[in-house]
């Protein structure tokens, strides 16, 4: 498991990409439709800030890649308490658990990349 982002959900996008932009001097590093903007610190691609205005009632957290989410879930949906069954994404897949405090750990693949690049 990799942290890739941190993740801040957020009920007015525009208004969120304004303050990491402007008032802390973070830069756009990508963006998926209308509900997601990934930010990084200049010079710096490790760290990145993902805010997105689609996950309501979702509190902030790690999204940590997987080699396989459909296989993690399957090896520990007894174990853990998922608030996200997988689904698909622009990249692959995803889930949400929590942790024994409430805290959500979103997991994600990059199987669709995989896929692409082998066909």
Known sequence: MKLAFLCHPTKNLKESVSFYRDVLGFEEAWREGNHTVALKLEKNEEVQIMIEDDEDGVASGGVFVLENVDEFYEENQSKLNFVKQP??????RYAIFTDPDGNPFRVIDMSKEKSAISN
């Open 87 to 92: 689904c698909d994404i622009p990249p692959g």
